[in-house]
Protein backbone atom coordinates (compact mmCIF):
# COMPACT_ATOMS: atom_id res chain seq x y z
CA UNK A 1 0.00 0.00 0.00
CA UNK A 2 1.21 3.61 -0.78
CA UNK A 3 1.69 5.59 2.65
CA UNK A 4 2.67 9.50 2.86
CA UNK A 5 6.45 9.10 3.59
CA UNK A 6 5.83 11.99 5.90
CA UNK A 7 3.62 9.88 7.83
CA UNK A 8 6.20 6.92 7.83
CA UNK A 9 8.92 9.44 8.97
CA UNK A 10 6.56 10.38 11.87
CA UNK A 11 5.86 7.03 12.64
CA UNK A 12 9.52 5.88 12.54
CA UNK A 13 10.60 8.80 15.35
CA UNK A 14 7.72 7.61 17.40
CA UNK A 15 9.11 4.48 17.84
CA UNK A 16 11.91 4.40 20.02
CA UNK A 17 14.16 1.65 18.31
CA UNK A 18 15.86 -0.27 21.26
CA UNK A 19 12.46 0.03 23.31
CA UNK A 20 11.18 -2.16 20.45
CA UNK A 21 13.86 -4.57 20.09
CA UNK A 22 14.41 -4.46 23.42
CA UNK A 23 11.42 -7.45 23.31
CA UNK A 24 13.23 -9.63 21.55
CA UNK A 25 16.69 -9.38 22.69
CA UNK A 26 18.78 -8.50 25.07
CA UNK A 27 20.17 -5.01 24.62
CA UNK A 28 23.20 -3.66 26.59
CA UNK A 29 23.72 -0.28 26.67
CA UNK A 30 27.24 0.75 24.19
CA UNK A 31 27.94 4.20 24.05
CA UNK A 32 25.60 6.29 22.13
CA UNK A 33 24.18 2.45 21.07
CA UNK A 34 22.82 -0.82 22.43
CA UNK A 35 24.73 -3.66 21.45
CA UNK A 36 23.09 -7.30 21.78
CA UNK A 37 23.15 -10.76 19.98
CA UNK A 38 21.35 -10.55 16.68
CA UNK A 39 17.66 -12.18 16.64
CA UNK A 40 18.58 -13.29 12.61
CA UNK A 41 21.46 -15.23 12.49
CA UNK A 42 22.70 -17.78 15.44
CA UNK A 43 26.22 -15.78 17.27
CA UNK A 44 27.43 -16.14 21.03
CA UNK A 45 29.62 -12.79 20.61
CA UNK A 46 26.98 -9.71 20.22
CA UNK A 47 27.47 -7.65 16.74
CA UNK A 48 23.91 -6.41 16.91
CA UNK A 49 23.52 -2.68 16.97
CA UNK A 50 20.45 -0.67 17.87
CA UNK A 51 20.34 3.02 17.22
CA UNK A 52 17.76 5.34 17.83
CA UNK A 53 16.52 5.59 13.87
CA UNK A 54 17.92 1.95 12.66
CA UNK A 55 20.10 -1.21 13.74
CA UNK A 56 22.50 -3.15 11.96
CA UNK A 57 24.58 -6.40 12.56
CA UNK A 58 28.04 -6.25 11.33
CA UNK A 59 27.51 -10.32 11.60
CA UNK A 60 25.09 -11.00 8.86
CA UNK A 61 24.37 -7.33 7.62
CA UNK A 62 21.34 -7.02 8.57
CA UNK A 63 19.71 -3.94 8.65
CA UNK A 64 16.63 -1.70 8.54
CA UNK A 65 13.93 0.31 10.99
CA UNK A 66 11.27 -0.58 13.11
CA UNK A 67 8.67 -1.31 10.65
CA UNK A 68 11.79 -3.65 8.99
CA UNK A 69 12.70 -5.13 12.47
CA UNK A 70 8.88 -7.04 12.71
CA UNK A 71 8.35 -7.86 9.48
CA UNK A 72 11.88 -9.85 9.94
CA UNK A 73 11.49 -10.81 13.73
CA UNK A 74 7.47 -11.74 13.53
CA UNK A 75 6.64 -12.21 9.77
CA UNK A 76 4.53 -9.56 9.83
CA UNK A 77 3.81 -8.26 6.40
CA UNK A 78 4.11 -4.16 5.98
CA UNK A 79 0.58 -3.30 6.31
CA UNK A 80 0.87 -5.13 9.35
CA UNK A 81 3.89 -3.87 10.76
CA UNK A 82 2.50 -0.20 10.38
CA UNK A 83 -0.78 -0.80 11.33
CA UNK A 84 0.77 -2.31 14.97
CA UNK A 85 3.55 0.32 14.91
CA UNK A 86 0.67 2.72 14.77
CA UNK A 87 -1.89 2.02 17.19
CA UNK A 88 1.10 1.48 19.84
CA UNK A 89 2.52 5.43 18.78
CA UNK A 90 -1.04 6.88 18.84
CA UNK A 91 -1.55 7.56 14.76
CA UNK A 92 -4.27 6.80 12.57
CA UNK A 93 -2.73 5.07 9.00
CA UNK A 94 -3.84 6.97 6.03
CA UNK A 95 -6.52 5.16 4.17
CA UNK A 96 -5.34 4.04 0.53
CA UNK A 97 -6.97 6.19 -1.97
CA UNK A 98 -6.76 7.06 -5.47
CA UNK A 99 -5.58 10.48 -5.05
CA UNK A 100 -2.81 9.00 -2.17
CA UNK A 101 -1.53 6.67 -4.72
CA UNK A 102 -1.91 9.63 -7.72
CA UNK A 103 0.17 11.62 -4.95
CA UNK A 104 2.77 8.98 -4.47
CA UNK A 105 3.25 8.82 -8.02
CA UNK A 106 3.38 11.73 -8.45
CA UNK A 107 5.98 12.33 -5.71
CA UNK A 108 8.44 9.82 -7.43
CA UNK A 109 8.30 11.55 -10.45
CA UNK A 110 9.49 14.75 -8.65
CA UNK A 111 12.27 13.20 -7.36
CA UNK A 112 13.47 12.08 -10.90
CA UNK A 113 12.55 16.05 -12.31
CA UNK A 114 15.19 17.21 -9.52
CA UNK A 115 17.28 14.64 -9.78
CA UNK A 116 17.53 15.76 -13.54
CA UNK A 117 17.92 19.53 -13.06
CA UNK A 118 20.51 18.38 -10.62
CA UNK A 119 22.62 16.81 -13.18
CA UNK A 120 22.03 19.82 -15.11
CA UNK A 121 23.00 22.23 -13.07
CA UNK A 122 26.36 20.83 -11.97
CA UNK A 123 27.09 20.24 -15.91
CA UNK A 124 26.66 24.21 -16.28
CA UNK A 125 29.22 24.57 -13.43
CA UNK A 126 31.78 23.06 -15.45
CA UNK A 127 31.23 25.01 -18.46
CA UNK A 128 32.06 28.28 -19.20
CA UNK A 129 29.20 30.12 -18.14
CA UNK A 130 29.50 28.64 -14.82
CA UNK A 131 33.52 29.73 -14.62
CA UNK A 132 32.37 32.66 -12.08
CA UNK A 133 30.89 30.29 -10.04
CA UNK A 134 33.53 27.60 -10.02
CA UNK A 135 36.10 29.98 -8.87
CA UNK A 136 34.21 31.72 -6.21
CA UNK A 137 33.70 28.22 -4.79
CA UNK A 138 37.49 27.45 -5.08
CA UNK A 139 37.86 30.95 -3.53
CA UNK A 140 36.05 29.52 -0.90
CA UNK A 141 38.48 26.79 -0.44
CA UNK A 142 36.59 23.90 -1.58
CA UNK A 143 38.08 21.18 -3.48
CA UNK A 144 37.00 19.78 -6.21
CA UNK A 145 35.81 16.44 -4.93
CA UNK A 146 34.07 18.56 -1.96
CA UNK A 147 31.71 20.02 -4.85
CA UNK A 148 31.35 17.05 -6.65
CA UNK A 149 30.04 15.50 -3.50
CA UNK A 150 27.85 18.15 -2.57
CA UNK A 151 26.49 18.22 -6.08
CA UNK A 152 27.09 22.11 -6.04
CA UNK A 153 26.12 23.47 -9.44
CA UNK A 154 25.13 26.68 -11.66
CA UNK A 155 22.38 28.30 -13.19
CA UNK A 156 22.37 31.32 -15.17
CA UNK A 157 20.27 33.90 -16.76
CA UNK A 158 17.09 31.22 -17.04
CA UNK A 159 14.60 32.43 -18.98
CA UNK A 160 13.47 28.73 -20.08
CA UNK A 161 17.00 27.34 -20.49
CA UNK A 162 16.13 24.74 -17.57
CA UNK A 163 13.08 23.70 -19.11
CA UNK A 164 14.01 24.16 -22.80
CA UNK A 165 17.07 21.52 -21.64
CA UNK A 166 15.31 19.00 -19.61
CA UNK A 167 11.99 19.17 -22.41
CA UNK A 168 14.79 16.54 -24.25
CA UNK A 169 13.86 13.93 -21.13
CA UNK A 170 10.27 14.09 -21.00
CA UNK A 171 10.03 16.61 -18.52
CA UNK A 172 7.12 18.99 -18.62
CA UNK A 173 6.74 22.62 -17.28
CA UNK A 174 3.84 22.02 -14.89
CA UNK A 175 6.20 18.85 -13.57
CA UNK A 176 9.38 21.91 -13.02
CA UNK A 177 6.43 23.96 -11.22
CA UNK A 178 5.51 21.55 -8.89
CA UNK A 179 9.09 20.53 -8.07
CA UNK A 180 9.75 24.53 -7.18
CA UNK A 181 11.68 25.24 -10.02
CA UNK A 182 9.46 27.63 -11.88
CA UNK A 183 6.73 29.86 -10.64
CA UNK A 184 4.19 31.79 -12.36
CA UNK A 185 5.06 35.50 -13.69
CA UNK A 186 5.29 38.30 -11.39
CA UNK A 187 2.35 40.77 -12.12
CA UNK A 188 -0.19 38.69 -13.80
CA UNK A 189 1.34 38.94 -17.06
CA UNK A 190 0.62 34.92 -17.33
CA UNK A 191 3.40 32.46 -18.22
CA UNK A 192 6.18 30.99 -16.41
CA UNK A 193 9.61 31.98 -14.80
CA UNK A 194 12.27 30.07 -13.55
CA UNK A 195 12.63 30.02 -9.85
CA UNK A 196 16.25 30.52 -9.74
CA UNK A 197 18.58 32.33 -12.04
CA UNK A 198 22.32 33.56 -12.14
CA UNK A 199 22.66 31.37 -8.46
CA UNK A 200 25.34 28.84 -7.30
CA UNK A 201 23.36 25.72 -6.67
CA UNK A 202 22.89 23.80 -3.35
CA UNK A 203 20.87 20.88 -3.43
CA UNK A 204 18.87 19.98 -0.37
CA UNK A 205 18.54 16.22 0.46
CA UNK A 206 16.40 14.10 2.51
CA UNK A 207 17.97 11.55 5.18
CA UNK A 208 17.92 9.03 2.48
CA UNK A 209 19.98 10.92 0.08
CA UNK A 210 17.30 11.92 -2.26
CA UNK A 211 17.35 15.70 -3.80
CA UNK A 212 13.68 17.61 -2.69
CA UNK A 213 15.00 20.68 -3.51
CA UNK A 214 17.50 23.37 -4.06
CA UNK A 215 18.85 26.59 -2.15
CA UNK A 216 20.63 29.67 -4.41
CA UNK A 217 23.29 31.80 -3.49
CA UNK A 218 23.99 34.60 -5.94
CA UNK A 219 27.08 35.66 -6.55
CA UNK A 220 28.23 39.64 -5.70
CA UNK A 221 26.02 41.91 -3.63
CA UNK A 222 22.94 41.32 -4.49
CA UNK A 223 19.75 40.33 -2.21
CA UNK A 224 18.23 38.15 -0.74
CA UNK A 225 21.91 36.57 -0.83
CA UNK A 226 20.73 32.77 -0.55
CA UNK A 227 17.13 31.62 -1.34
CA UNK A 228 15.45 28.16 -0.92
CA UNK A 229 13.02 26.55 -3.14
CA UNK A 230 9.63 26.91 -2.06
CA UNK A 231 7.70 24.65 -0.32
CA UNK A 232 6.58 21.50 -2.14
CA UNK A 233 5.14 18.06 -1.87
CA UNK A 234 8.96 16.55 -1.13
CA UNK A 235 9.85 19.44 0.48
CA UNK A 236 9.09 21.32 3.81
CA UNK A 237 11.51 24.00 5.35
CA UNK A 238 10.71 22.96 9.13
CA UNK A 239 11.12 19.36 8.66
CA UNK A 240 14.28 19.61 6.55
CA UNK A 241 18.02 19.88 7.64
CA UNK A 242 21.06 20.50 5.24
CA UNK A 243 23.75 17.75 5.16
CA UNK A 244 21.55 15.27 7.09
CA UNK A 245 22.23 12.46 4.91
CA UNK A 246 25.98 12.33 5.24
CA UNK A 247 25.52 13.60 8.72
CA UNK A 248 23.65 10.19 9.69
CA UNK A 249 26.79 7.98 7.89
CA UNK A 250 28.88 10.38 9.96
CA UNK A 251 27.05 9.70 13.23
CA UNK A 252 27.07 6.17 12.80
CA UNK A 253 30.93 6.29 12.61
CA UNK A 254 30.92 8.21 15.80
CA UNK A 255 31.47 11.57 14.69
CA UNK A 256 29.91 14.41 16.78
CA UNK A 257 26.64 16.11 15.66
CA UNK A 258 26.61 20.04 14.60
CA UNK A 259 24.69 22.37 14.20
CA UNK A 260 26.09 25.41 12.10
CA UNK A 261 24.32 28.24 10.21
CA UNK A 262 24.76 27.98 7.15
CA UNK A 263 25.25 26.34 3.28
CA UNK A 264 29.15 26.82 3.16
CA UNK A 265 29.72 26.42 7.10
CA UNK A 266 28.26 23.10 6.55
CA UNK A 267 30.33 22.22 3.00
CA UNK A 268 33.56 23.84 5.34
CA UNK A 269 32.93 21.34 8.34
CA UNK A 270 32.88 18.25 5.99
CA UNK A 271 35.68 19.26 4.32
CA UNK A 272 37.84 19.81 7.56
CA UNK A 273 36.73 16.66 8.69
CA UNK A 274 33.48 17.29 10.46
CA UNK A 275 31.46 15.31 8.84
CA UNK A 276 28.05 15.43 11.53
CA UNK A 277 27.54 19.20 10.39
CA UNK A 278 24.16 20.18 9.14
CA UNK A 279 22.40 23.35 9.40
CA UNK A 280 18.53 24.60 9.43
CA UNK A 281 17.49 25.73 6.02
CA UNK A 282 16.90 29.44 6.41
CA UNK A 283 14.77 29.13 9.75
CA UNK A 284 15.12 29.30 13.52
CA UNK A 285 15.64 25.62 14.83
CA UNK A 286 12.37 23.53 14.66
CA UNK A 287 10.42 20.55 16.69
CA UNK A 288 10.34 19.02 13.40
CA UNK A 289 14.80 19.26 13.07
CA UNK A 290 15.37 18.99 16.92
CA UNK A 291 13.61 15.37 16.38
CA UNK A 292 15.39 14.43 13.02
CA UNK A 293 18.67 15.52 14.97
CA UNK A 294 18.06 12.97 17.93
CA UNK A 295 17.58 10.22 15.65
CA UNK A 296 20.93 10.21 15.05
CA UNK A 297 22.87 11.42 18.04
CA UNK A 298 21.60 11.65 21.83
CA UNK A 299 23.77 14.90 22.52
CA UNK A 300 23.74 17.25 18.89
CA UNK A 301 26.02 20.40 19.54
CA UNK A 302 24.43 23.38 18.44
CA UNK A 303 27.27 26.12 17.23
CA UNK A 304 25.93 30.04 17.10
CA UNK A 305 28.00 33.14 16.38
CA UNK A 306 29.75 34.84 19.34
CA UNK A 307 27.63 37.86 18.69
CA UNK A 308 24.21 39.19 20.26
CA UNK A 309 22.41 37.54 17.40
CA UNK A 310 24.29 33.90 18.49
CA UNK A 311 22.84 34.57 21.83
CA UNK A 312 19.09 35.16 20.94
CA UNK A 313 19.46 32.00 18.60
CA UNK A 314 20.72 29.79 21.13
CA UNK A 315 17.85 30.85 23.51
CA UNK A 316 15.43 30.20 21.57
CA UNK A 317 16.99 26.88 20.37
CA UNK A 318 16.98 26.08 24.01
CA UNK A 319 13.45 27.28 24.63
CA UNK A 320 11.85 25.04 22.10
CA UNK A 321 14.01 21.82 23.42
CA UNK A 322 13.21 22.00 26.44
CA UNK A 323 9.55 20.72 26.27
CA UNK A 324 11.11 17.78 24.73
CA UNK A 325 14.33 17.05 26.64
CA UNK A 326 14.62 13.56 28.44
CA UNK A 327 17.20 11.63 29.66
CA UNK A 328 18.15 9.78 27.11
CA UNK A 329 17.90 13.42 24.61
CA UNK A 330 19.63 16.43 25.35
CA UNK A 331 21.73 19.31 23.61
CA UNK A 332 25.44 20.56 23.87
CA UNK A 333 25.87 24.89 23.15
CA UNK A 334 29.09 25.75 21.66
CA UNK A 335 30.19 29.49 21.09
CA UNK A 336 32.40 30.45 18.03
CA UNK A 337 35.18 33.50 18.84
CA UNK A 338 33.25 36.71 18.01
CA UNK A 339 33.41 37.67 14.36
CA UNK A 340 34.35 34.34 13.09
CA UNK A 341 31.38 31.10 11.92
CA UNK A 342 33.05 27.99 11.09
CA UNK A 343 33.85 28.62 7.89
CA UNK A 344 36.26 31.45 8.31
CA UNK A 345 37.74 29.68 11.77
CA UNK A 346 38.77 27.09 9.41
CA UNK A 347 40.31 28.75 7.02
CA UNK A 348 42.42 31.02 9.84
CA UNK A 349 42.83 28.10 12.49
CA UNK A 350 42.43 24.83 10.95
CA UNK A 351 40.64 21.99 12.14
CA UNK A 352 42.21 22.75 15.67
CA UNK A 353 39.97 26.02 16.48
CA UNK A 354 37.15 24.42 15.51
CA UNK A 355 37.93 21.10 17.52
CA UNK A 356 38.33 23.32 20.62
CA UNK A 357 35.24 25.44 20.01
CA UNK A 358 33.54 22.27 20.33
CA UNK A 359 35.15 20.56 23.33
CA UNK A 360 34.33 23.74 25.39
CA UNK A 361 30.22 23.15 24.46
CA UNK A 362 28.59 23.40 27.18
CA UNK A 363 25.75 20.99 28.41
CA UNK A 364 22.88 22.70 28.17
CA UNK A 365 21.60 22.49 31.99
CA UNK A 366 24.85 24.53 32.18
CA UNK A 367 24.23 27.16 29.52
CA UNK A 368 21.03 27.74 30.06
CA UNK A 369 21.11 29.86 33.14
CA UNK A 370 24.11 32.43 31.79
CA UNK A 371 21.07 32.05 28.76
CA UNK A 372 18.66 33.29 30.89
CA UNK A 373 20.59 36.02 32.43
CA UNK A 374 22.55 37.29 29.92
CA UNK A 375 22.01 40.99 29.78
CA UNK A 376 19.69 41.41 32.48
CA UNK A 377 21.06 42.39 35.77
CA UNK A 378 20.22 41.14 39.01
CA UNK A 379 20.99 43.51 41.42
CA UNK A 380 18.32 44.89 43.26
CA UNK A 381 15.66 42.49 44.80
CA UNK A 382 13.17 42.52 42.04
CA UNK A 383 15.71 41.58 39.08
CA UNK A 384 16.42 38.85 41.57
CA UNK A 385 12.98 37.61 41.74
CA UNK A 386 12.28 37.90 37.82
CA UNK A 387 15.62 35.83 37.16
CA UNK A 388 14.90 33.43 39.64
CA UNK A 389 11.19 33.43 38.25
CA UNK A 390 12.66 32.61 34.64
CA UNK A 391 14.58 30.20 35.60
CA UNK A 392 11.75 28.01 37.43
CA UNK A 393 9.59 28.65 34.29
CA UNK A 394 11.94 27.00 32.06
CA UNK A 395 12.64 24.20 34.61
CA UNK A 396 8.95 23.59 34.59
CA UNK A 397 8.99 23.65 31.01
CA UNK A 398 10.63 20.41 30.85
CA UNK A 399 8.11 17.23 30.08
CA UNK A 400 9.79 14.52 32.44
CA UNK A 401 9.01 14.86 35.61
CA UNK A 402 12.42 13.60 37.18
CA UNK A 403 14.44 15.49 34.81
CA UNK A 404 12.77 18.93 35.26
CA UNK A 405 13.45 18.39 39.52
CA UNK A 406 16.87 17.80 38.40
CA UNK A 407 17.20 21.41 36.20
CA UNK A 408 15.62 23.29 38.52
CA UNK A 409 17.65 22.16 41.37
CA UNK A 410 21.15 23.12 39.21
CA UNK A 411 19.40 26.41 37.90
CA UNK A 412 18.92 27.38 41.50
CA UNK A 413 22.31 26.38 42.70
CA UNK A 414 23.85 28.62 40.20
CA UNK A 415 21.26 31.21 41.37
CA UNK A 416 22.40 31.17 45.02
CA UNK A 417 25.62 30.76 44.33
CA UNK A 418 25.50 33.64 42.41
CA UNK A 419 23.98 35.27 45.48
CA UNK A 420 26.09 35.01 47.55
CA UNK A 421 29.11 36.20 45.63
CA UNK A 422 27.04 39.84 45.06
CA UNK A 423 28.71 42.78 46.77
CA UNK A 424 26.17 43.04 49.58
CA UNK A 425 28.56 44.76 52.40
CA UNK A 426 27.56 45.93 55.87
CA UNK A 427 29.57 48.35 58.11
CA UNK A 428 29.34 45.37 61.05
CA UNK A 429 32.81 44.06 62.20
CA UNK A 430 32.45 40.25 64.01
CA UNK A 431 32.77 40.70 68.13
CA UNK A 432 34.80 37.83 68.09
CA UNK A 433 36.49 34.86 65.62
CA UNK A 434 35.19 31.77 66.67
CA UNK A 435 37.28 28.39 66.52
CA UNK A 436 35.41 25.36 66.03
CA UNK A 437 36.91 21.92 64.74
CA UNK A 438 35.11 19.83 62.36
CA UNK A 439 33.38 17.64 65.00
CA UNK A 440 31.02 20.32 66.24
CA UNK A 441 30.44 21.56 62.56
CA UNK A 442 29.58 18.38 61.63
CA UNK A 443 27.43 18.02 64.78
CA UNK A 444 25.83 21.16 64.25
CA UNK A 445 25.12 20.00 60.45
CA UNK A 446 23.73 17.19 62.13
CA UNK A 447 20.46 19.04 64.10
CA UNK A 448 20.26 21.11 61.18
CA UNK A 449 19.11 18.44 59.02
CA UNK A 450 17.01 16.14 61.96
CA UNK A 451 15.00 19.14 62.27
CA UNK A 452 14.00 19.34 58.79
CA UNK A 453 13.71 15.67 58.61
CA UNK A 454 11.22 15.54 61.58
CA UNK A 455 9.58 18.63 60.46
CA UNK A 456 9.31 18.56 56.43
CA UNK A 457 6.94 21.57 56.30
CA UNK A 458 9.23 24.12 56.97
CA UNK A 459 12.43 23.45 54.56
CA UNK A 460 9.89 25.25 51.75
CA UNK A 461 10.64 28.16 54.34
CA UNK A 462 14.14 27.69 54.31
CA UNK A 463 14.89 26.28 50.80
CA UNK A 464 17.39 29.03 49.51
CA UNK A 465 19.30 29.38 53.02
CA UNK A 466 19.84 25.50 52.82
CA UNK A 467 20.54 25.33 49.25
CA UNK A 468 23.61 28.18 49.52
CA UNK A 469 25.02 27.06 52.94
CA UNK A 470 28.67 25.34 53.09
CA UNK A 471 27.68 22.37 54.46
CA UNK A 472 30.21 19.25 55.44
CA UNK A 473 30.81 16.35 52.42
CA UNK A 474 29.59 12.90 52.80
CA UNK A 475 25.96 12.64 54.24
CA UNK A 476 25.06 16.37 54.51
CA UNK A 477 25.51 16.94 50.72
CA UNK A 478 23.20 13.21 50.37
CA UNK A 479 20.45 14.90 52.65
CA UNK A 480 20.63 18.37 50.88
CA UNK A 481 20.15 16.89 47.58
CA UNK A 482 17.84 14.52 48.21
CA UNK A 483 15.55 17.27 50.61
CA UNK A 484 15.48 19.95 47.67
CA UNK A 485 14.40 17.46 45.15
CA UNK A 486 11.75 16.39 47.32
CA UNK A 487 10.49 20.15 47.31
CA UNK A 488 11.40 20.40 43.78
CA UNK A 489 8.69 17.86 42.97
CA UNK A 490 6.06 19.77 45.49
CA UNK A 491 5.30 16.82 47.58
CA UNK A 492 3.92 17.48 50.82
CA UNK A 493 4.80 14.67 53.28
CA UNK A 494 4.52 14.02 56.64
CA UNK A 495 7.77 13.00 58.84
CA UNK A 496 7.42 9.04 57.96
CA UNK A 497 6.52 9.36 54.41
CA UNK A 498 9.33 11.43 54.08
CA UNK A 499 11.50 9.10 55.53
CA UNK A 500 10.66 6.41 53.48
CA UNK A 501 10.84 8.05 50.41
CA UNK A 502 14.86 8.85 51.18
CA UNK A 503 15.30 5.34 52.25
CA UNK A 504 13.67 4.68 48.75
CA UNK A 505 15.54 6.89 46.72
CA UNK A 506 19.31 5.63 48.38
CA UNK A 507 19.52 8.62 51.35
CA UNK A 508 18.61 5.86 54.29
CA UNK A 509 21.95 5.47 55.30
CA UNK A 510 22.55 9.41 55.40
CA UNK A 511 18.45 9.45 57.58
CA UNK A 512 19.98 7.20 60.04
CA UNK A 513 23.23 8.84 60.60
CA UNK A 514 21.23 12.84 61.41
CA UNK A 515 18.20 11.22 63.31
CA UNK A 516 21.19 9.21 65.50
CA UNK A 517 20.06 10.10 69.16
CA UNK A 518 23.10 11.20 71.30
CA UNK A 519 23.32 15.12 70.89
CA UNK A 520 19.80 15.60 69.21
CA UNK A 521 18.36 18.91 70.28
CA UNK A 522 14.91 18.74 71.67
CA UNK A 523 13.08 20.62 68.58
CA UNK A 524 14.22 17.64 66.23
CA UNK A 525 11.79 15.84 68.40
CA UNK A 526 8.32 14.58 66.52
CA UNK A 527 6.67 16.32 69.36
CA UNK A 528 8.34 19.53 69.04
CA UNK A 529 6.27 22.25 67.94
CA UNK A 530 6.80 23.44 64.09
CA UNK A 531 7.65 27.29 65.49
CA UNK A 532 9.73 25.62 67.84
CA UNK A 533 11.58 23.47 65.42
CA UNK A 534 12.19 26.64 62.74
CA UNK A 535 13.61 28.86 65.40
CA UNK A 536 16.04 25.88 66.53
CA UNK A 537 16.80 25.05 62.48
CA UNK A 538 17.69 29.22 62.10
CA UNK A 539 19.90 29.24 65.75
CA UNK A 540 21.98 26.08 64.70
CA UNK A 541 22.06 28.10 60.45
CA UNK A 542 23.20 31.00 62.44
CA UNK A 543 26.43 28.98 63.57
CA UNK A 544 26.81 27.53 60.37
CA UNK A 545 26.79 30.40 58.20
CA UNK A 546 28.60 32.85 60.54
CA UNK A 547 28.70 36.11 61.14
CA UNK A 548 30.10 37.87 58.72
CA UNK A 549 27.73 36.09 55.80
CA UNK A 550 24.76 36.51 58.23
CA UNK A 551 24.98 40.01 58.08
CA UNK A 552 25.05 39.74 54.42
CA UNK A 553 21.75 37.64 54.37
CA UNK A 554 20.23 40.06 56.41
CA UNK A 555 20.85 43.17 54.35
CA UNK A 556 19.43 40.89 51.54
CA UNK A 557 16.51 39.77 53.08
CA UNK A 558 15.91 43.49 54.27
CA UNK A 559 15.94 44.78 50.31
CA UNK A 560 13.64 41.77 49.36
CA UNK A 561 10.91 42.85 51.83
CA UNK A 562 10.99 46.42 50.95
CA UNK A 563 10.76 45.42 47.25
CA UNK A 564 8.04 42.86 47.73
CA UNK A 565 6.74 43.45 51.26
CA UNK A 566 6.61 39.57 50.87
CA UNK A 567 5.29 37.91 54.45
CA UNK A 568 7.84 34.91 53.97
CA UNK A 569 10.39 37.45 53.27
CA UNK A 570 9.15 39.45 56.90
CA UNK A 571 9.54 35.69 58.19
CA UNK A 572 12.97 35.81 57.04
CA UNK A 573 14.73 38.47 57.75
CA UNK A 574 13.13 38.15 61.88
CA UNK A 575 14.74 34.58 61.94
CA UNK A 576 18.08 35.59 60.57
CA UNK A 577 18.00 38.85 62.75
CA UNK A 578 17.60 37.06 65.96
CA UNK A 579 20.07 34.02 64.88
CA UNK A 580 22.74 36.38 64.54
CA UNK A 581 22.41 38.85 67.55
CA UNK A 582 22.15 35.39 69.13
CA UNK A 583 25.40 34.35 67.64
CA UNK A 584 27.00 37.80 68.56
CA UNK A 585 25.69 37.71 72.28
CA UNK A 586 26.61 34.05 72.43
CA UNK A 587 23.54 33.12 73.60
CA UNK A 588 23.18 29.44 71.62
CA UNK A 589 25.52 26.39 72.43
CA UNK A 590 25.65 23.16 70.69
CA UNK A 591 22.97 21.53 71.97
CA UNK A 592 19.42 23.13 73.52
CA UNK A 593 17.76 20.47 75.56
CA UNK A 594 19.84 17.58 74.07
CA UNK A 595 18.68 13.78 74.54
CA UNK A 596 21.32 11.67 76.17
Known amino acids: MALPPAFLDDLRSRTPLPGLVGRKVKLNRNGRQWKGCCPFHNEKTPSFYVYDDHFHCFGCGAHGDAITFLMRAEGASFPEAVERLASEAGLEVPKPSREARAREQRARDLHGVLAAAEAAFRARLHRPEGRPALDYL ?124 GYMDVIAMHQGGFGGAVAPLGTALTTEQLGALWQISPEPVLCFDGDAAGARAAARAAEIALPLLTPERTLRLATLPPGEDPDTLLAKGGPGAVRAVLDGARHLSAALYDLLAEGRPAVTPEQRAALRARLEAAARAIGDKALSSEYRRALLDRFFEAGRKKNFRVAVKPQRVMVEDATIRADRARILFAILLRHPGIIAEVEESLAGLDLPDGHCATLRSALLDVLARGDVLDSELLLDQLASSGAGEATAWALSVPGLAKEARPEAQPAEALGAWWHFFAFLRGEAELAEDCTRAYQDLVATYDPAAERRLKHLTEARLALRGGEIGLVSGAEA
Open 138 to 261: RRRGLTDETIARFGLGWVGEGRGALAAELKAEGIEPPQLVEAGLMKARDGGSGGLSDFFFNRVMFPIRDRRGRTISFGGRILGDGQPKYVNGPETALFQKRRGLYGLDLAREAAFRGAPVVVVE
